[in-house]
Nanobody
Framework: QVQLGESGGGLVQAGGSLRLSCAAS????????MGWFRQAPGKERAFVAA????????YYADSVKGRFTISRDNAKNTVYLQMNSLKPEDTAVYYC???????????????????WGQGTQVTVSS
């Protein structure tokens, strides 16, 4: 069993910053990509960012480019999402996900990931 646990969510004012963490535990699995998605009330879960574990290549949704940074710590089995210049429209539940196969064309959709965390709430006030 693979577990992903997110932390770091909370309430922040517009223009502020938060750093989300996602720690992987449980059985060993082939970690090709780790990703972050978010789901706002009444909306579908949407891709935010992803990182390729082998070489730190990163991918971002246009809405967060230049404001969010995804990174990883291999020794801690943890992936981070640094979120700066937050906007009210960033308010959502943020989910961590892991893909155990190659192929970066699949990383932008939920179906491309096998393992998911429970999510952490991020609320940005105006």
């Amino acid at each position: 069993q693979v577990q992903l646990g997110e932390s770091g969510g909370g309430l922040v004012q517009a223009g502020g910053s938060l750093r989300l963490s996602c720690a992987a535990s449980g059985r060993t699995f082939s970690r090709y990509y780790m990703g972050w998605f978010r789901q706002a009330p009444g909306k579908e879960r949407a891709f935010v960012a992803a990182i390729r574990w082998s070489d730190d290549d990163t991918y971002y949704a246009d809405s967060v480019k230049g404001r969010f940074t995804i990174s990883r710590d291999n020794a801690k089995n943890t992936v981070y999402l640094q979120m700066n210049s937050l906007k009210p429209e960033d308010t959502a539940v943020y989910y961590c996900a892991a893909r155990d196969r190659s192929g970066n064309i699949y990383i932008y959709t939920q179906g491309g990931y096998r393992y998911w965390g429970q999510g952490t709430q991020v609320t940005v006030s105006s």
